[in-house]
């Protein structure tokens, strides 16, 4: 157990609607780093917040938004659902802003757009 | 887009022999991780090595790093069923945002 939850576990939607996850990083760690894991793209970058700030941004779509709130769980928002969007979403959290240490990741959400 | 090209895509082996995997990467870094995560589930952190080091060990892992050719290997000694999973080396860049760039990873089959 890396100390990192995220729910829900599963989640089955449709095309166009709207969902959120909700990640909740080790006790003390700042950053949350979002990570999308799919067959053909494999495992992407989102986004990563340091202390309820955006630090950094990857391959992320503009249909979806990320945010921290200020008792540092994370959630994100991800809108007008497509198929494609279908994967696994991991959280990672770690204590400071940089990827000088190794990141400690949640058990990840599969999200299925049907 | 993935900066890691792993190396092979699948292996499989019998128990008890070495596995060894491999990872490319193409810019500077600061260090390289390795990551194991078994079927659908959560990434677990193995090792880390800092560019300024050129082999690791942690229990039956061994990694070597090559900044001349960037390149990275991971070695499981003496395999067991339980290390089945697909192997992920990540690449922490040593300049710009500070994000994991991970490779396509490497799925590994112990058979007993």
């Known amino acids: 157990d890396s100390g990192v939850t995220q729910t829900p576990k599963h989640l089955i939607t449709a095309t166009g609607q709207r969902v959120t996850l909700r990640c909740s990083p080790r006790s003390g760690d700042l950053s949350v780093y979002w990570y999308q894991q799919s067959l053909d793209q494999g495992l992407q970058f989102l986004i990563q917040?340091?202390?309820?700030?955006?630090?950094a941004k990857g391959n992320i779509l503009e249909r979806f938004s990320a945010q921290q709130f200020p008792d540092l769980h994370s959630e994100l928002n991800l809108s007008s659902l497509e198929l494609g969007d279908s994967a696994l979403y991991f959280c990672?959290?770690?204590?400071?802003?940089?990827?000088?240490?190794?990141?400690?990741f949640g058990p990840g959400t599969r999200l299925t757009v049907l | 887009s993935q900066q890691g090209e792993e190396d092979p895509q699948a292996l499989s082996i019998q128990e008890g022999e070495n596995a060894t995997m491999n990872c490319s990467y193409k810019?500077?870094?600061?260090?390289l991780q390795w990551y194991r995560q078994n079927s659908g589930r959560g990434l677990v952190h193995l090792i880390l090595i800092r560019s300024n080091e050129r082999e690791k060990h942690s229990g039956r892992l061994r990694v070597t790093l090559d900044t001349s050719k960037k390149s990275s290997s991971l070695l499981i000694t003496a395999s067991r069923a339980a290390d089945t999973a697909s192997y992920f080396c990540a690449t922490a860049p040593r300049k710009g945002a500070q994000k994991l760039v991970f490779g396509q990873g490497t799925r590994l089959t112990i058979n007993p």
């Open positions: 990672a959290s770690m204590p400071g802003d940089s990827s000088y240490n190794e990141q400690f």
């Open positions: 810019t500077s870094i600061n260090n």
């Open positions: 917040y340091y202390n309820g700030e955006e630090r």
